[in-house]
């Protein structure tokens, strides 16, 4: 028998409607735009847990306590730094190279350099993740300020990590709102069942390959701007469009040309994205308080014009825009800032496919010629 000749089987080009994996780490309920991690709804998480709580929840099952979480805070605050060497590789990239493509490049490095690489027991596993989880930020940092032919700045040890991460970028302590504007940035971006990158890392680790592996394979998944590569595209439409005065009829025009508009639409979330009410809200409030609001109207107004044509609503990345606009973040730094959160969910689950693991393994249809002959080169057309 050929591969999938058999007639039960069915082709789903986007795997749409096709379940691979078992998961307890988030619910994703696309009819009623509910997210939940861990069954906990994430109306209650954002603006009131902590990316390092969440991260608690994800990799250990439940919210920390306080010994818990000061215990995770000051191991993340530990190993942020770099070795020497992974500083001098990126001193050698090109300027012009893009922040994720470092990253991606950086993260697969690091392998080499960690002494538990090839380990997949769920200890070290979780032990690796929190090495990549609070690296992240420290390779994104040293790449932008070397480029800007600045010298990196060491991680700050009593800064929380979106803290830190703003301070690793600017030499300044954050502004409060700031901080934790990107904290709770990072809680809503933290996972997010089976999208495209997770579903990219469980498959790699699905071989028992390992973490550095799955992480840096989730990595090139996300840059496409059709996942996680939509926030930096949409900030990139806000700024083409210019004024809040030409978004209706920049909007129209992208209609006449079936363009797509960057940050709406959802594969899952057909009536609305409940992670939108919480970015719209830190969007307007880093608007009033830099006294430019301009950005936030503009996403108002494109999401007004937008439904004026068609019943799409915004996602994730739409109001993400502003925010990491607002936050002085670099336009190509806004998918390494997604990472920066998703690494969480993706580590996490990497030791779900781990405990439960089948080889991923789908099948195509093949579609080319029944038969075909070898020819000799000289009797070739
Ligand atoms: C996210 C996305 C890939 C989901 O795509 P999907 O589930 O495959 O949805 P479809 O492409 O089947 O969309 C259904 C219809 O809505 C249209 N549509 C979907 N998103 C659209 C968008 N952003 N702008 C304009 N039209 C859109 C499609 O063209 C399609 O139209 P049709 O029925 O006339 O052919 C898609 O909405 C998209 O490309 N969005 C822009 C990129 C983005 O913001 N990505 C981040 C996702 S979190």
Same mark, same amino acid.
């Given at each position: 028998m050929t591969e999938a000749n058999k007639s039960d089987l069915i082709l789903s080009k986007g795997l749409d409607n096709i379940i691979v994996a078992e998961t307890e780490l988030s619910s994703v309920d696309g009819q009623n735009s509910v997210l939940t991690y861990r069954g906990i709804n994430i109306h209650? #998480?954002?603006? +009131? &847990?902590?990316?390092? /709580?969440?991260?608690?929840? $994800?990799?250990?099952? %439940? #919210?920390?306590? +306080? &010994?818990?979480?000061? /215990?995770?805070?000051?191991? $993340?605050?530990?190993? %942020?730094?770099?070795?020497?060497?992974i500083i001098a590789m990126i001193r050698t990239f090109p300027r012009t190279a893009l922040a994720i493509e470092v990253l991606r490049t950086v993260v697969s490095?690091?392998?080499?350099?960690?002494?538990?690489?090839?380990?997949?027991?769920?200890?070290?596993?979780?032990?690796?993740?929190?090495?990549l989880t609070a690296q992240f930020p420290t390779i994104v940092a040293a790449f932008d300020r070397l480029r800007n032919g600045k010298e990196p700045i060491a991680p700050h040890p009593q800064l929380d990590h979106a803290a830190n991460t703003l301070y690793m970028l600017t030499g300044t302590r954050p502004d409060p709102l700031h901080a934790q504007a990107l904290d709770t940035y990072f809680v809503l971006l933290a996972d997010h069942g089976l999208n495209a990158s997770t579903f990219v890392a469980r498959a790699v680790?699905?071989?028992?390959?390992?973490?550095?592996?799955?992480?840096?394979a989730a990595l090139a998944s996300l840059k496409g701007p059709l996942h996680g590569g939509a926030n930096?595209?949409?900030?990139?439409?806000?700024?083409?469009?210019?004024?809040?005065?030409?978004?209706?009829?920049?909007?129209?025009?992208?209609?006449?040309?079936?363009?797509?508009?960057?940050?709406?639409?959802?594969r899952i979330y057909r009536h609305g994205d409940p992670r939108v009410v919480h970015l719209q809200r830190l969007a307007r409030e880093l608007g009033e308080q830099a006294g430019d609001t301009r950005w936030y109207e503009m996403s108002l107004q494109v999401e007004k014009a937008?439904?004026?044509h068609r019943?799409?609503?915004?996602?994730?990345?739409?109001f993400s825009a502003?925010?990491?606009?607002?936050?002085?973040?670099?336009?190509?730094?806004?998918?390494?800032?997604?990472?920066?959160?998703?690494?969480?969910?993706w580590s996490a689950h990497v030791l779900e496919q781990y405990a439960d693991n089948r080889l991923m393994r789908p099948q195509s249809v093949f579609i080319g010629p029944k038969e075909n002959h070898f020819l000799p080169i000289e009797e070739r057309g």
């Open positions: 209650e #998480l954002a603006g +009131r &847990a902590t990316y390092e /709580e969440i991260v608690h929840l $994800l990799w250990y099952g %439940r #919210l920390p306590s +306080r &010994a818990q979480l000061n /215990e995770l805070k000051g191991t $993340l605050a530990a190993h %942020r730094a770099l070795p020497d060497d490095a690091l392998a080499m350099y960690d002494p538990e690489a090839q380990a997949i027991s769920p200890e070290a596993t979780r032990r690796k993740a929190i090495r680790v699905s071989t028992l390959a390992d973490l550095h592996s799955a992480i840096t930096e595209a949409t900030m990139r439409m806000f700024l083409e469009i210019g004024e809040v005065a030409n978004v209706d009829g920049w909007i129209a025009d992208a209609f006449a040309q079936k363009r797509k508009i960057m940050g709406f639409g959802h937008v439904q004026s019943e799409l609503y915004p996602n994730v990345d739409f502003a925010v990491l606009y607002y936050l002085g973040i670099p336009l190509d730094l806004f998918t390494p800032m997604f990472a920066c959160s998703r690494i969480a969910g």
